[in-house]
């Protein structure tokens, strides 16, 4: 949501997921024969849902490349938080390396966030706010993690907030206030499913002014049994609005009365 108008973001790829698997239990593919290209889309809806002011606000090339765009609002300015793929697998050298990253609508400049742990694959940290200077992120589930990144010298500092999580959620929407006291975001859990490959359930995962975790719901589906990833959360008047992919070839919008969504979730 930016001064009152909804502004959506996707990735436009050459790639996407088909719910099945050959007979090794691999996931399987459309595209992608010489290397995966990634853009990102920014477009509006109008009235009746239609895709208006459809524009590639960065073009598809191949690695290193951006994807699966967060919107946030930092220090005044809409950028997204990204997935930057630096090394895609190829060949019999299986090495896949990736960061996260923050590109700046504006300027169209990209930089880079280091791993706190040094790892090469490093993807959808969730943006929260920025206090004093500092972004504030969630880097796992389990254990609760929060990232603290200075914006003036990119140093990073690690904080443990819950060593007992039960379950490793990944990834997920951004967090969304919905009461003076609660605080909302789509988490998911992703497992291999014989004959489907990787699914994904969704879970919404409520927290504190602490950020502690309040309540997680049941998990629900949005449309179907299968690959279903949430990146998009807002509100609207007294709704919450979710915006999801499907299998990489599909997005869809969908609401919900807040008050509606929380009887559902506590009750």
Not at 63 to 90: M, S, T, W, Y
Not at 171 to 177: E, N, P, V
Not at 180 to 192: A, G, H, P, S, T
Request: charged fraction near 25%.
């Amino acid at each position: 949501m930016d001064r009152g108008k909804l502004r959506f973001f996707t990735r436009i790829t050459n790639v996407s997921n088909k719910p099945e698997v050959n007979i090794f239990g691999q996931l399987q593919k459309r595209g992608a024969k010489s290397g995966t290209l990634n853009g990102i889309a920014e477009f509006e809806l109008d009235d009746s849902y239609q895709v208006i002011n459809y524009e590639e606000i960065v073009e598809l090339t191949g690695v290193p490349n951006l994807e699966d765009p967060k919107a946030f609002v930092l220090e005044g300015q809409v950028v997204l938080f990204c997935n930057l793929v630096i090394r895609e697998p190829n060949g019999l050298d299986r090495t896949f390396i990736s960061k996260n990253a923050i590109l700046t609508l504006d300027s169209q400049s990209v930089d880079a966030l280091e791993s706190p742990y040094f790892k090469n694959i490093e993807k959808n940290w969730i943006p929260i706010d920025v206090v004093d200077g500092t972004l504030r992120l969630f880097y796992s589930c389990n254990p609760l993690t929060l990232l603290k990144v200075n914006l003036k010298n990119g140093a990073t500092t690690v904080d443990i907030i819950d060593k007992d999580m039960q379950i490793d959620f990944h990834g997920g929407s951004q967090l969304i206030r919905i009461t003076q006291d609660l605080l909302v975001r789509v988490v998911r859990r992703k497992m291999q499913m014989k004959n489907l490959g990787m699914i994904a359930v969704s879970y919404l995962m409520f927290h504190n002014n602490d950020l502690t975790v309040n309540k997680i719901s049941k998990p629900f589906l949005f449309r179907k049994f299968g690959f279903e990833i949430c990146n998009g959360l807002a509100i609207i008047d007294d709704r919450l609005v979710f915006t999801w992919g499907e299998d990489d070839i599909k997005n869809f919008i969908g609401k919900i009365e807040i008050n509606k969504l929380i009887n559902w979730a506590f009750n």
